[in-house]
């Protein structure tokens, strides 16, 4: 309970804009904003087509509802802060990475090979510094459920550098 | 007689039955590991699925959700860390019993509870099902319309956590179902240009990356963590002073679970809370809770299964998912070309009873592996995070891929992931987002063919009796936690 407190008052004195209901309540409005502006380009239905409302009208309709509830909630936070949240660990930081590299190798080199990165990169920052492991979660596994979903499923893979040695 | 026969059905197939051991014991798999569960497994799955036909596709579905529900116990028993979010409440007592050297007794009471919610749940969906669907045939566009507000209130309402953060997670939700072409009139919307966004956002990569890949990023900020296990001999069936002790409790949170599960909320989490909570207030000994209370064993159990048989009635009989993994399974369906509602109950009994009666046999398959096999699946745990995440990371990309063969769709998933991520870490729940997306397109296909029939007079949804209930009941759903919030200040 003290802990809780505590957290709370380490939250309550720090500049406004460093604390988690700030920055919360300033994405969700910036993005929102941002989706608004946009609904403003979308096509109209000439009025003789047009059945009902305009494409447009739903979703400035929740926008508009997104917002109201941000700002309901930045209110509220005034009285009630939130508990200020632990710092994210290395691991958070370099799994996040990982994801970039998978995207970027997906896109470059291949579908396979970027599974395969991201799980052997994950597993050692994770911990695992045993080679038979690295090589069962990154190499053997990948394996298997390449060769499962190809067989099973029928699915054809995107083609890459590893992949091809197997279609072709 | 007919419809029981139907029912036994899976029994008499040697596929079903096969499907349905494969889907118990994969639920229970899932739902011993912390982190996974019938939700994300049943996402994963789906793809495997269209191998299968649908009524042996939607039976793996339903006895991984019932399965998975029950072994979230397990964990919650053995290692004070609840498998799946339903088995919190369980922890509170399952584990300190377990540490007074009682573990096999906590977890016998927890798989006789279970199996008693779970089947109730199933009477309960049996009959009361036909009944709403039968109510259904008086629904048009804009009573379809309410009955959807209703649903996304009733999230915001006795969802978990903050019920503003709830209904931003649902609204967040609804606007993603409207990225892509317009429905009605084919504009594009969100689409900025990119060709694959055209037909919108799948269900799967928003399915898996909110909660299997944001789970992979919590778990890589909890590598520190350590568990302590507690030893189990074996599973003990309750004693009879047990039975005495519990029946009552066993029995008033199946009721409560079974219609907790009706209301469009997060199913069993909500209504294990509720039946722990109630069974405390009912009991003889309130001062044993949070000690080793084997009533609260009892009454959390027995209503987060009986939550699955309850989530499955709005699910079937009007196509509006009661929990995120009736949303997956509502998926399935709709995968399989089955289209949930009043007609389904009229053109397919068979298919219906069969998925009726896979549920019934996945309670008793359960406790059967449950029982005999828990000491088993409590050694699933010892599979550090290390070697499990990265494996279920290649099984979540490949199944994403493999629905439209689309690169982008594994994109959209890792977004999505980090997303969720960080919805969780400041108190948004994601349950919401999942029954947004699904309901969405119902919600503004009604919302604007009603406005067609209306002229455009919004009034008019005033004049329809079915729809204004609906509306009220919304209000005061809506109303609910703010009466609730100022009675616990008092």
Request: with cysteine.
């Amino acid at each position: 309970m003290n802990n809780v407190r505590n957290k709370k008052r380490a939250n309550k004195s720090l500049p406004f804009f460093f604390k988690d209901e700030f920055k919360v309540f300033f994405v969700i409005i910036f993005v929102s904003t941002i989706l608004l502006v946009t609904t403003f380009t979308f096509d109209k239905v000439p009025p003789i087509l047009n059945r009902g409302i305009q494409p447009a009208t739903f979703p400035k309709g929740l926008l508009v509802l997104i917002m109201f509830l941000t700002a309901v909630i930045y209110y509220l936070s005034f009285k009630n802060p939130w508990k200020k949240e632990k710092k994210l660990p290395k691991p958070f930081f370099l799994t996040i990475l990982s994801f970039i590299l998978f995207i970027i190798i997906s896109k470059t080199l291949d579908f396979f090979l970027a599974i395969s990165v991201l799980s052997i990169f994950v597993s050692y920052n994770w911990g695992e510094k045993r080679i038979i492991y690295l090589l069962l979660v990154g190499i053997l596994f990948p394996l298997v459920v390449f060769i499962f979903f190809e067989m099973i499923l029928g699915l054809r893979f995107p083609p890459g550098i590893i992949t091809n040695l197997y279609y072709y | 007689m007919d419809n029981l026969l139907l029912m036994m059905a899976p029994l008499f197939s040697s596929k079903l039955l096969i499907v349905l051991i494969f889907g118990t014991l994969f639920g229970l798999i899932l739902g011993v590991l912390p982190g996974l569960g019938p939700t994300t497994g049943g996402a994963l799955i789906l793809p495997f699925t269209m191998t299968l036909d649908p009524l042996s596709a939607i039976v793996l579905l339903t006895s991984i959700y019932c399965a998975g529900t029950y072994g979230g116990a397990i964990t919650a028993v053995l290692i004070n860390t609840p498998g799946t979010p339903a088995a919190a409440a369980t922890c509170l007592d399952g584990y300190p019993l377990a540490q007074k050297g009682e573990a096999g007794r906590a977890l016998g009471m927890a798989t006789v509870s279970s199996t008693v919610g779970g089947i109730f749940s199933v009477i309960v969906l049996v009959f009361f099902a036909p009944v709403l669907a039968q109510l259904a045939y008086e629904f048009g566009q804009p009573e379809y319309f309410a009955l959807a507000i209703f649903g996304l209130t009733m999230l915001a309402s006795i969802g978990e956590g903050s019920p503003i953060k709830n209904l931003i997670a649902g609204a967040f939700g609804i606007l993603i179902s409207t990225i892509g072409k317009d429905f009605m009139t084919s504009i594009d919307r969100f689409t900025y240009g990119i060709n694959e966004l055209s037909v919108g956002i799948g269900f799967i990569p928003v399915v898996v990356g909110l909660f299997a890949i944001s789970e992979m990023l919590t778990q890589s900020t909890l590598l520190d963590q350590v568990f302590k296990r507690v030893a189990l001999k074996a599973v003990k069936l309750p004693s009879l002073d047990d039975y005495k002790k519990t029946w009552k409790t066993i029995l008033r949170s199946s009721g409560i679970g079974s219609f907790i599960g009706v209301l469009p909320a997060e199913g069993g989490t909500v209504a294990s809370l509720i039946g722990y909570s109630e069974a405390k207030r009912f009991s003889k000994e309130p001062e044993e809770f949070g000690k080793g209370s084997i009533e609260g064993i009892a009454g959390a159990e027995a209503a987060n299964n009986a939550a699955t048989g309850g989530a499955m009635v709005p699910t079937l009989a009007l196509g509006i998912p009661g929990s995120a993994t009736t949303a997956v399974i509502l998926t399935g369906l709709i995968i399989h070309g089955v289209r949930p509602g009043p007609d389904l109950f009229r053109e397919q009994p068979d298919f219906l009873y069969g998925i009726f009666g896979a549920m019934l046999i996945a309670n008793v398959l359960f406790f059967i592996f449950g029982f005999f096999g828990a000491k088993l699946f409590a050694r699933i745990t010892l599979v550090p995070n290390k070697i499990l995440w990265p494996m279920i990371f290649a099984v979540s990309v490949c199944g994403t891929y493999s629905l439209s063969q689309s690169i982008i769709d594994v994109w959209i998933m890792l977004f999505f992931g980090v997303l969720g991520f960080f919805m969780r870490r400041f108190g948004f729940s994601v349950v919401p987002v999942i029954i947004g997306l699904i309901l969405g397109e119902l919600v503004e296909g009604t919302l604007r063919q009603s406005l067609v029939i209306f002229d455009g007079n919004w009034l008019m949804f005033l004049t329809r009796p079915i729809a204004l209930t609906f509306f009220i009941l919304s209000l005061i759903a809506l109303a609910f936690p703010l009466l609730r919030s100022k009675k616990q200040k008092k």
